[in-house]
């Protein structure tokens, strides 16, 4: 079973630069879910997908934005990074049936400067 | 605004010891909870859910209490291993474990630090 995987690891980025982050689900995994964790914090929601479509969303900017391809991949996309934008970011994928849990990448680590 | 509260710690116990956290949620309509476990710049892990009846899972007893909006996880005989952030999560919404349109609710973590 291939587990969640995240690329890349680690990026720096620049203030009002743009950035994508990409994830690929557990094999089987149709629902991918992105979460923001900030240093000393827990995992916040950004959004979900499921079916390609975006599923539902948490309390962040548009210019959060991201994507689901068919083969159930994600990305996120951030426009305009500002230095609160740095963070530890999951991606996470799931089933859509009772009691599947999350199952998390080792998430990309950005840092803006 | 929902919010999942707990003490940061860090607990800092001696090995074999029991140790307990404590998890507070401010929705009276969330619908199902985890703890998630968390090592040191690593990806949260999934512990264990927690039901109405409480549950246990070798060393690791969790308890819900609706009334009080209160979640706890024990852990007996603590191992080196443990050391790590134990996540509260609660799910607001839908049957989906991995959480409907809001997503997943965390704590900030407990940091615990089992000492040999």
């Known amino acids: 079973e291939t587990g969640v995987t995240q690329s890349p690891t680690h990026l720096i980025k620049t203030r009002g630069q743009q950035v994508t982050l990409r994830c690929s689900s557990q094999?089987?995994?149709?629902?991918v879910s992105w979460y923001q964790q900030a240093l000393g914090q827990g995992p916040q929601f950004i959004f979900q997908y499921y079916r390609e479509e975006e599923n539902g969303r948490g309390n962040f900017p548009p210019r959060f934005s991201g994507l689901q391809f068919p083969n159930y991949s994600s990305e996120l996309n951030v426009n305009a990074l500002e230095l609160d934008d740095s963070a530890l970011y999951l991606c996470?994928?799931?089933?859509?049936?009772?009691?599947?849990?999350?199952?998390f990448g080792n998430g990309t680590r950005l840092t803006v400067t | 605004r929902k919010e999942v509260e707990q003490d940061p710690g860090p607990f800092n116990v001696p090995e074999g010891a029991t140790v307990a956290f404590n998890c507070t949620y401010s929705n009276s309509a969330s619908q199902s909870f985890f703890w998630y476990r968390q090592d040191c710049r690593k990806e949260p892990k999934l512990l264990m859910s927690?039901?109405?009846s409480g549950n246990e899972d070798g060393r690791f007893t969790a308890q819900l209490n609706r009334a009080s909006q209160y979640i706890s996880l024990l852990i007996r005989d603590s191992k080196l291993s443990d050391s790590a952030t134990y996540l509260c999560v609660v799910n607001d919404e839908g049957s989906y474990s991995g959480g409907g349109a809001d997503g997943l609710t965390f704590g900030k973590g407990t940091h615990l630090i089992i000492q040999p």
């Open positions: 094999s089987g995994h149709n629902t």
């Open positions: 996470a994928s799931s089933l859509r049936v009772a009691n599947s849990p999350l199952h």
């Open positions: 927690v039901y109405s």
